[in-house]
């Protein structure tokens, strides 16, 4: 079989890497693929949002029998319905949800709501349409409060305000960017309180099929979470402390009552529902792959993934369940970022080491990278994930640690902490927090 990935960065590069290990697959496509995606796949030059010339290059590669949508912009976009649309006549399996089950992740408004009707734990909240609404509302509540846009905005959608002024100010600038008006309502909400996760769960619009381990990003540009929020700067997983059986008793938590409830409003969700928890209560829902989340998730899977889509797609996760295999290893992906990122990426940088003999169990994927003449150069903001895998969490940290001192650019920024937290006391308070919540 074909296959078509559809996903820009190091997440496609990972997604790809696993599906080339598949005996079902004998060619991948990407769109558009990157210099790493080069070596197990063929690129193309269309970008992941350009639905037209995605169906037309599926129209003429006809043995593609499998489209992997993974980014969220094509998907809120629409990409699956237009594919399914197009291609009804051809037998092509579409891994990825459509658009009105998508809208999980699109619509933080339909999100907070789904999860109040079916009593899932979540912070208090209001959805307001005006400045007079979300002003009457914030006046009562005590403050660090969430304000977040009802639309994807790149991951900076949401701001955090100290105090009413902030609120105002905030509420003024989503004004001017035209993102809250009468039609574009904002969430405001609560802190939870906590350590925040993240789960992932493949599901088939009925039933799911929970990554049986959460993992722990680290979203801010600097040690210690501090700075401008980033795409995610590494990952670990498997969180410690959480067993199989607790992360079922999460999925039975957060993901079975709003796949049962999309699945009754005609939106069955296919693909992957990713809860973003904070302590007890969930964040946000995301209609995709994590990234970097997948980078780890990926690397600890024995499993043939081809064979979970294609069971994801094809509504029949209940038959292939128990026998998906798993490492028992841990894993951490360590992000490489340019100077100036997130705010004012820095390109050009020449990129030294790529050849480098990295040690057993580690690789490297690329997101932000392109060829000259001679060199590999930084090309974005986010430039290089390494991904280790090792006995524990700890020495798949120092791996990726080390291996990162192969890697060399002018500018090269990383964070110095990833996985701290696993030795952290407030951390494993707040998942002890967790457990006893389940
Ligand atoms: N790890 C954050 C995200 O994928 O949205």
């Not at 079989?1 to 820009?8: A, I, K, R, T």
């Not at 490492?327 to 100077?339: Q, T, Y």
Request: charged fraction near 25%; charge should be negative.
């Amino acid at each position: 079989m074909e296959v078509l990935v559809v996903d820009p960065g190091a997440r496609g590069h990972a997604l790809a890497r696993k599906i080339s290990e598949s005996s079902l697959v004998d060619r991948i496509f990407m769109a558009p693929g990157n210099t790493g995606t080069e070596e197990i796949a063929e690129n193309t030059d269309i970008s992941h949002v350009d639905l037209e010339s995605q169906i037309d290059f599926v129209r003429k590669q006809k043995k593609i029998g499998m489209i992997v949508v993974a980014a969220d912009d094509p998907l809120a976009m629409g990409v699956v319905d237009a594919f399914e649309e197009e291609f009804k006549d051809r037998d092509i399996k579409i891994w990825g949800p459509n658009q009105s089950a998508s809208k999980i992740e699109r619509s933080k408004a339909f999100s907070k709501q789904l999860m109040k009707s079916q009593g899932v734990d979540t912070a208090d909240f209001t959805i307001a349409h005006t400045m007079q609404e979300a002003i009457r509302y914030a006046d009562t509540q005590s403050f660090p409060l969430f304000i977040k846009m009802d639309q994807l905005f790149g991951g900076k959608g949401v701001s955090k305000a100290e105090d009413l002024f902030e609120v105002e100010d905030i509420l003024c600038k989503y004004i001017g960017l035209g993102r809250f008006n009468r039609d574009n309502p904002v969430v405001i909400e609560q802190e939870s309180p906590g350590v925040e996760i993240s789960l992932q769960a493949f599901c088939d619009g009925e039933d799911y099929l929970m990554v049986p381990f959460a993992m722990k990003d680290h979203k801010t540009i600097y040690d210690g979470d501090k700075g401008p929020m980033t795409g995610g700067m590494g990952v670990i997983g498997p969180v410690p402390g959480l067993s199989t059986e607790d992360i079922n008793r999460l999925g039975e938590k957060f993901v079975a009552p709003v796949l049962r409830e999309l699945s009754r409003q005609g939106r069955p969700f296919r693909g992957m529902l990713y809860p973003g928890l904070r302590g007890s209560q969930c964040l946000e829902y995301n209609a995709r792959p994590g990234d970097p989340e997948a980078q780890v998730w990926l690397s600890l899977m024995s499993s043939d993934l081809v064979e979970v889509m294609l069971a994801s797609h094809e509504c029949n996760l209940v038959d292939i369940k128990d026998s998906i295999k798993w490492r028992k290893a841990g894993a951490c992906c360590l992000v490489l970022a340019s100077r100036g990122y997130p705010e004012d990426p820095q390109k050009g940088a020449i990129i030294e080491g790529l050849a480098s003999s990295l040690p057993a169990d580690t690789h490297l994927l690329h997101a932000g990278t392109k060829k000259d003449e001679k060199n590999t150069i930084v090309d974005g903001g986010r430039v290089l994930n390494i991904v280790a895998v090792d006995d524990s969490v700890e020495e798949a940290i120092n791996k990726a640690y080390q291996t990162s001192g192969l890697i060399l650019f002018d500018g090269k920024q990383q964070r110095g902490d990833i996985g701290q937290c696993v030795t952290d006391s407030e951390f494993n308070k707040g998942i002890e927090q967790i457990k006893s919540s389940i």
